[in-house]
């Protein structure tokens, strides 16, 4: 079993950075793929970023390329999510989730979420 906390949400204007955390206890994220994904209110959930246990190359929604970059530190049993470039329309609650896929952008893959953290862009 994986908990995992979100943090670093917040309000930021259009063109800004904001840098997420997801941090996991109960067992150590070496062992998972991590990935991103955010909900809008009235739409559906939405793949962003993925990072693979086995150290091979992030996958990226083509919405957020050259703008996210997730990374993750097996030592601190973190994830991040560096999002800069903002814009309003991604205005969400981002959440975080582990699974035992090498990689996956269908949240139907990912056993284990956290309970996300609101990001507002504001226009």
């Known amino acids: 079993q994986v908990q995992l906390v979100e943090s670093g949400g917040g309000l930021v204007q259009a063109g800004g950075s904001l840098s997420l955390s997801c941090a996991a206890s109960?067992?150590?994220?070496?062992?998972?793929?991590m990935g991103w994904f955010r909900q809008a209110p009235g739409k559906e959930r939405e793949f962003v970023a993925t990072?693979?246990?086995?150290?091979?190359?992030?996958y990226y929604a083509d919405s957020v390329k050259g703008r996210f970059t997730i990374s993750r530190d097996n030592a601190k049993n973190t994830v991040y999510l560096q999002m800069n470039s903002l814009k309003p329309e991604e205005t969400a609650v981002y959440s975080c989730?582990?699974?035992?896929?090498?990689?996956?952008?269908?949240?139907?893959?990912?056993?284990?979420w956290g309970q996300g953290t609101q990001v507002t862009v504001s226009s």
């Open positions: 109960g067992s150590t994220i070496s062992d998972y793929t």
């Open positions: 989730a582990a699974t035992t896929k090498i990689s996956s952008r269908w949240s139907e893959d990912y056993d284990y």
């Open positions: 990072i693979p246990w086995t150290g091979g190359r992030p």
